[in-house]
């Protein structure tokens, strides 16, 4: 089970840290992401990170901005967005897989169907 929390309304330029914590087992050997659903949008990768936090993964939009870390003795994964625009603004899902474990893509790391484990989302609105 994924818990997301840290989401919430935060003027254009501004910055939010989310959390998801796991729970129920270890998911140290999962990969784990960050996806982003707007209204009427498909659900979007946003960022991954491998297993051990070797390897992350960003799509071009938030590249500088976010940063996806992850503390596995605590179970839990980050994202801490900084330098937040209006189109950011979205639903943000955590998702956990044990399919991938280095993906060599963005493509690869984005792949929904790959992903076994998804969060409840936390809203995330920036205003202009």
């Known amino acids: 089970q994924l818990q997301a929390c840290g989401g919430g309304l935060v003027q254009a330029g501004g910055s939010l840290r989310l959390s998801c914590a796991a729970s129920g087992r270890t998911f140290s050997t999962y990969f784990l992401g960050w996806f982003r659903q707007s209204p009427g949008k498909e659900r979007e990768f946003v960022a991954g990170i491998s297993w051990n936090g070797g390897r992350t993964y960003y799509i071009d939009s938030v590249k500088g901005r976010f940063t996806i870390s992850r503390d596995n003795a605590k179970n839990t994964v980050y994202l801490q967005m900084d330098s937040l625009k209006p189109e950011d603004t979205a639903v943000y899902y955590c998702?956990?897989?044990?399919?991938?474990?280095?993906?060599?893509?963005?493509?690869?790391?984005?792949?929904?169907?790959?992903?076994?484990?998804w969060g409840q989302g936390t809203q995330v609105t920036v205003s202009s």
């Open positions: 998702a956990a897989t044990p399919k991938i474990r280095t993906p060599g893509t963005v493509v690869v790391a984005g792949t929904k169907r790959f992903y076994d484990l």
